[in-house]
């Protein structure tokens, strides 16, 4: 039998109804079942949120338009949170939502970007965002295209794969400045980095900025800060996973 | 007679300037001759050091972006190394690219088995879509890498080799060639890439038909059943240049319905733990003309065929 697979979901011209931040929980429950979603789930929330609302240049009538910002989630793990800001904004229709993790649904539990609207790579594997996220860069600057930055989401565990090391490392030496690495540091890690997850970014001569993960105003002032000739980080920290 | 490695700098580096969509991907290997393309085009040469996976993620990133990436390196660290990556960063994402590798399976035998990478074209059968190249000369190797690079957002791997053919054949990027036909019903003996003209003097004299594969993925099955049609049991030996019988189980689809018998020959799976020489390698594979004489005719007895 020839394998077949869902088709994808057709973006919607406009979301079905104006959603904001308040929204999020609930449209969470459409795939969790749970009226109330513990710091894990919503590790990603606020900085999706943040980013999704006021930073990327993107929406669901661009999404074939070269000159459209690049969001990349690395860590597709628990897309929850990015699935229900994805409905929020209009990518996909809310009515998707329930179907989460079906055989018939385009939304597994880690994103395929030929099956989601909106959805820049599929991810599930660590470590592979961030590469891919430096080579998306490389790829629109040798296209002329001075325009669109690059984000790529990643975990602070995730930065235990050895290919995050090789990206940040490049990226840093050769100052590709539209890339731009959030990182969501809930302590997750068995082994912490020493001297923190922003040390590597640092190190390799990254402009870096620690703020709280759940505070809108510094998020946002994090991710717009001028890094002339360098990388961006932006380590979001939240509640510890294991607390 | 330029390599095929010189070959491939000097198109690709030609071809950077013709096509704004192809960009190469180096890990310090090959740089040199990619320097002055490098300085034409130093947004579309990249060279991320010694850094594989990043190779890879790289390349398809810059697909994500739109580009044709052609990356480089050993073979070992081109496809082994960095599996996950090629099976993920292209596959998964749905884009392509073209992977040109050297070294194949000996090229430099006194470096050893760290250098070699025999079961890198099956290790690519695990995967789905990728076409796989193996030239037998550098006019070969040009024809298939201007093919590759043309080939829309298809998945390609170019399997570069020090090991040659004296001469050059007609490849078009596509198909099997028939090289030698023998009676209806003879032994059809599938060459792959360097390894034709040791296959051809195994058999001289003898009764079989020779097809040369120079694209080896996708597999030509009807050219295949052709060459055995009229074979009470269609008898097939495979020459391939890595892993012996990485190509059985294509054989055995493309002749389903009919009854057959296979010979996988190619590198051996056990390590071999001598430096030396490629012929030295060649001959201890059994891959020399006269191995390969001694194991064909074992395998399928000509004298019999000549008295029926």
Redesign the interface.
Known sequence: MTPTTPAAAPPPAAPDRAYGYADLPALMSLMTGDEKHGPAATSTLDALWVLYDRVLRVSPDRAGDPGRDRFLLSKGHGPMAYYAVLAAKGFLPAGLLPGFGSYGSPLGHHPDRTLVPGAEIGSGSLGHGLPLAVGTALGLRARGLSGPRVWVLVGDAELDEGSNHEAIAFAGATGLDRLHTLVIDNSSASHALPGGVAAPFAAAGWSVAAVDGRDHEALYDAYTRPHPGRPHAVVARVEPKHA | MDTMRERFASVTSRLLDEDPRL?V?LADIGTDGFRRAAERHP??V?N??I?E??L????????????R?VLHTFAPFLIERPF??VK??FG???VGGVLVSAGGSYDWPAGGFTHMAPGDVALLDTLDGWTVHVPGHPDEAETLLRHAYAAGDDRVYVRLSAQTNARPRPVTGGGFLTVRRGRPGAPAVVAVGPLLENALAAVEGLDATVLYAATVRPFDAPALRAAVAGAPVAEVVLVEPYLAGTSTAAVADALADVPHRVLGLGTARAELRRYGTVGEHVAAHGLDPRSLRERITAFTDFTARAAG
């Open positions: 960009a991907v947004d579309r990249v991320v050091g850094r996976q990043l890879v993620g790289v390349g398809g990133g810059l697909a994500l972006a739109g580009l990436p996950e990556q993920l960063d998964h994402q749905g």
